[in-house]
Nanobody, 124 residues
Framework: QVQLVESGGGLVQAGGSLRLSCAAS????????MGWFRQAPGKEREFVAA????????YYADSVKGRFTISRDNAKNTVYLQMGSLRPDDTAVYYC?????????????????WGQGTQVTVSS
């Protein structure tokens, strides 16, 4: 079992930056693909970014490409999401997730482990 805890969310003005962290416990995440998803009020949860075991392969939703960066530190059992040029439509609860296998994926159902989420609010 992998337990995931997100942190780093908050209120930020449009154009600002935030860095989210996802700390894992229970098992090392070095053999898991890690992903970030988000869910805005009244909307379905959507893919944001994913990263493979070693961190050399990353994958982003078109809406965040060029603004967000996913990274991981397997020694610290932690995954990060650096968010820049934030916009009001980035407002959502952000979730960290882990999946077995080797290939990063945007498919929500492939991720078997989820954190509780952290709120990000971007004001205009």
């Amino acid at each position: 079992q992998v337990q995931l805890v997100e942190s780093g969310g908050g209120l930020v003005q449009a154009g600002g930056s935030l860095r989210l962290s996802c700390a894992a416990s229970g098992r090392t995440i070095s053999s898991y693909v890690m992903g970030w998803f988000r869910q805005a009020p009244g909307k379905e949860r959507e893919f944001v970014a994913a990263i493979n075991w070693g961190g050399l392969s990353t994958y982003y939703a078109d809406s965040v490409k060029g603004r967000f960066t996913i990274s991981r530190d397997n020694a610290k059992n932690t995954v990060y999401l650096q968010m820049g040029s934030l916009r009001p439509d980035d407002t959502a609860v952000y979730y960290c997730a882990a999946k077995t296998g080797w290939r990063p994926s945007e498919a929500l159902l492939e991720y078997g482990y989820w954190g509780q989420g952290t709120q990000v609010t971007v004001s205009s």
